[in-house]
C-alpha cells in the first residue's frame, strides 16, 4: 500500500496546505489513538514540539484527535525530538509525538511519531494510520465520561537536561571547555545551553531567541557558518550546531573548520572501541555517508553497514543486528546505548568528553579520514516518476560506467518534496562534478 501522508521522517510540508492541516493532524490523532489504545489501562501520549508559530495550531489539533479516542495527553511545549522519545518512556506513555519540520523553514510543519519502546514507528504501522484515517473515524470515538484529559509537565525541561548530562562518563566534567552552541531558534534553545554550563563548560549560546518565524533561519546546523565564525572570534573551544528539532549536530573546531556527521562517527566509532563499547563490530550509516569513512573503518578493521536514507532505517538496521551506533553525514547520530533516535546535544557531549579525557584539540580529534571528493546536488523534476524514465535511467547508467569500481553513485527521490538527489564520490573530483551535472540534466530535460 503507497502511503498518502506519510514520509520518510513521519509527516511534513507547508502549513495549512495538505497534509500539514489542522483537519489532518486531528485524524492522525484519533487513528493512532485508536491503534494504540490496547489493555484496559489508561493511554497516555506524549506531544512536544519546537519553537514554530503553527506549532499552537497543531499542537491543539492533536490532542483534540487522542482525547477523542480516550487517551490522556501530556503536552511538554518546546522540548527536542530525542526527549519527547525519552519521556515516551519514562512516563511508560504509549505513543509519542514531535510537532516539528526539522530542519525546514518556519513556513513548515511535521508529524513524527513514537511508539511505546521510544522508536519511530515502522511503515507498516503507519499504513495502518493511513488506512484508519482513509476509511472513517466515527466507530473509534469513546463515550462522554470515556474522554481523555490534557495537562502540561511541569518537569520536562528538568528531566531530559538530567537525562543528557548523565550521558558524561562519570566523574567527568567540561570544566574549562568554551562551548559556542547554535540552538536554531529551535526546540533545544533553553536546555542545551543549560546542560552544557550545568556540565561545567563556559558557553556561548546563539540562535536561542525563538519568535516563531526565525528557526532555522540562516543558523543550525543547515547553515553553520555563523557559528564556526563565532568559535574563532570566541577562541572556543568547540561549537556545536543543532537543528530545529535536536536531533542532528554540526561542528567546528577551534579553527572555525566544519566537521560533518561521518568524521563525528568515525571519532565516536574508534574511541569506543578503544574503551570496549563498540557493538556490532563497526557503525550503521547511510548510502550518502563518504567513501573515506567506510575506508577508515576498515583500516581498524570495523565494518560500515549500509542502508537507505533517513536515520530510522539506520535505526532498524542496528537494532536487528545488534549495533550500538550509527547515523547520517548530515549529523543524525544514534547511540543506541543512551537514545532510540538522533540526539545532537548527546552526540556533541561524546565529542566533548573525548576532547576531555584526551587533552587533544578538536582539529585534531574530529579529522579522522580524509574524505574521498563528493558531489551532491538536488534538482526538481517534471515526470510523474522520474528514476523510471528512460532518459534519466541512461544517463544514470552511464555514470555508473564512467565512476567504475573506484566510486559510488547515489540516486534518491526526496521523501518531502518534488526533487531527485543526486550524489556521486570518487578519487577524480573532476569526473565526479561531471557525473552529477549530467544526471541533473537529464532530470531537468525529462518530459
Not at 487522542?66 to 525530538?81: Q, R, S
Not at 556561548?204 to 546546523?221: A, L, Q, R, T, Y
Not at 557525473?435 to 518530459?447: F, K, N, Q, T
Request: hydrophobic share 40%.
Amino acid at each position: 500500500m503507497s502511503r498518502t501522508y506519510f514520509g520518510t521522517d513521519g509527516i511534513r510540508g507547508t502549513v495549512n496546505i495538505v497534509p500539514m492541516t489542522a483537519d489532518i493532524a486531528m485524524r492522525v490523532g484519533i487513528a493512532a489513538g485508536r491503534i494504540f489504545r490496547r489493555g484496559d489501562h489508561r493511554h497516555r501520549v506524549v506531544i512536544g514540539k519546537d519553537t514554530r508559530l503553527s506549532g499552537y495550531m497543531f499542537e491543539p489539533a492533536l490532542t483534540a484527535g487522542f482525547v477523542a479516542t480516550g487517551m490522556d495527553v501530556i503536552l511538554v511545549g518546546p522540548m527536542p525530538t530525542p526527549a519527547v522519545a525519552m519521556l515516551t518512556r519514562s512516563l511508560r506513555a504509549d505513543l509519542g509525538v514531535m510537532i516539528s519540520a526539522s530542519h525546514n523553514p518556519h513556513q513548515d510543519n511535521g508529524i513524527k511519531l513514537f511508539g511505546p519502546d521510544g522508536f519511530k514507528l515502522s511503515d507498516h504501522m503507519e499504513q495502518d494510520i493511513e488506512r484508519l484515517m482513509a476509511n472513517g473515524l466515527d466507530e473509534g470515538l469513546v463515550a462522554p465520561e470515556k474522554l481523555g484529559r490534557a495537562s502540561r509537565l511541569a518537569d520536562a525541561e528538568g528531566r531530559y537536561i538530567e537525562f543528557a548530562k548523565a550521558t558524561l562518563p562519570a566523574g567527568l566534567t567540561l570544566d574549562g571547555m568554551k562551548v559556542v552552541i547554535d540552538c536554531a531558534h529551535g526546540a533545544a534553545y533553553k536546555v542545551a545551553p543549560t546542560v552544557l554550563w550545568e556540565l561545567g563548560a563556559e558557553v556561548i549560546p546563539i540562535g536561542v531567541k525563538p519568535n516563531g518565524f526565525n528557526i532555522n533561519d540562516s543558523c543550525g546546523s543547515t547553515a553553520p557558518e555563523r557559528m564556526a565564525k563565532s568559535v574563532v572570534e570566541e577562541g572556543a573551544d568547540l561549537g556545536i550546531a543543532l537543528d530545529g528539532d535536536a536531533d542532528r549536530l554540526i561542528l567546528a573546531d577551534e579553527t572555525g573548520r566544519i566537521v560533518d556527521g561521518d568524521q563525528l562517527m568515525a571519532l565516536i566509532a574508534t574511541s569506543w572501541q578503544e574503551r570496549n563499547l563498540l557493538k556490532g563490530g563497526g557503525l550503521v550509516a547511510t548510502s550518502m555517508s563518504n567513501l573515506g569513512l567506510e575506508r577508515y573503518l576498515a583500516e581498524k578493521g570495523l565494518s560500515l553497514a549500509r542502508t537507505d536514507v533517513g536515520d530510522r532505517y539506520v535505526v532498524a538496521h542496528m537494532r536487528r543486528h545488534g549495533f550500538n551506533l550509527g547515523g547520517e553525514q548530515s549529523g543524525h547520530i544514534v547511540m543506541s546505548d543512551y537514545t532510540t533516535t538522533g540526539d545532537g546535544l548527546i552526540a556533541g557531549l561524546q565529542i566533548l568528553s573525548n576532547l576531555v579525557s584526551t587533552g587533544r584539540k578538536a582539529s585534531e580529534a574530529t579529522t579522522c579520514f580524509e574524505t574521498v571528493p563528493q558531489c551532491l546536488k538536488s534538482v526538481r523534476f517534471q515526470v510523474p516518476h522520474p528514476l523510471d524514465h528512460e532518459d534519466i535511467r541512461a544517463a544514470i547508467d552511464q555514470g555508473r560506467l564512467r565512476l567504475g569500481n573506484a566510486g559510488r553513485l547515489v540516486i534518491r527521490k526526496s521523501g518531502t518534496e518534488p526533487l531527485v538527489r543526486v550524489m556521486a564520490e570518487g578519487d577524480d573530483p573532476v569526473l565526479v562534478h561531471r557525473v552529477v551535472d549530467d544526471i541533473c540534466h537529464s532530470v531537468e530535460s525529462a518530459v
